[in-house]
C-alpha cells in the first residue's frame, strides 16, 4: 500500500446528517495529493450505521465516551499514516481543492503549519466556524507533552 501523502484527522461531534455531509465532502476532495481519512468518533450520536458503511482509505475509532478534541487529535494523529496532517474540529465541509494549497504551505521549511477556513454547515453555525489545520508531524513532535 502507498503512504498517503497527507492523513485528514477528523474529530466527529454531532449527529449523522453533519457527519454525512462531512464524509461526502471527503469523497469529493481532489485526487492528489493522495490522502487517508481518520474519523475519530467522540462519543458522537447514532454514528455506528453512517460509520460502519465506509470502505476505501479510512480508518475509524471510536471513543466510549466523549474525550473532546485534543484527545481526539493526539489519538488521530497516532493512527496516521503520513508525516503530514490535516486536523478538523468537528464534522467540517472541506473545497475539492483544500489540500493542495495547505500542503504547499508547507513546502516552506519555515512554515510550521498552515490554516485555511473550513465550512460547517447547519442551524445557528457560521458556515466558516472551524478550520483546517495541516502541519508536520515532526514539526508538532517537538512539542512538550
Do not use: K, Y
Not at 493522495?34 to 465506509?54: P, R, S, T, V
Request: aromatic share 2%; hydrophobic share 50%.
Amino acid at each position: 500500500m502507498t503512504m498517503p501523502g497527507v492523513s485528514v484527522i477528523v474529530h466527529l461531534e454531532g449527529g449523522p446528517e453533519r457527519t454525512r455531509r462531512c464524509l461526502e465532502a471527503l469523497a469529493a476532495l481532489d485526487a492528489e495529493p493522495a490522502f487517508e481519512a481518520i474519523l475519530i468518533d467522540d462519543a458522537a450520536a447514532d454514528l455506528g450505521e453512517l460509520l460502519g458503511g465506509l470502505s476505501g482509505d479510512v480508518q475509524v475509532l471510536r471513543n466510549e465516551r466523549r474525550e473532546g478534541f485534543v484527545a481526539a487529535a493526539i489519538q488521530g494523529a497516532d493512527a496516521a499514516g503520513s508525516d503530514t496532517l490535516v486536523l478538523l474540529r468537528g464534522p467540517a465541509l472541506l473545497a475539492r481543492d483544500a489540500l493542495a494549497p495547505l500542503l504547499r504551505a508547507l513546502e516552506d521549511p519555515e512554515h510550521a503549519a498552515a490554516c485555511a477556513a473550513a465550512g460547517v454547515d447547519g442551524p445557528g453555525v457560521h458556515p466558516t466556524a472551524t478550520q483546517a489545520l495541516a502541519f508536520r508531524r515532526a514539526d508538532a513532535d517537538c512539542l512538550p507533552g
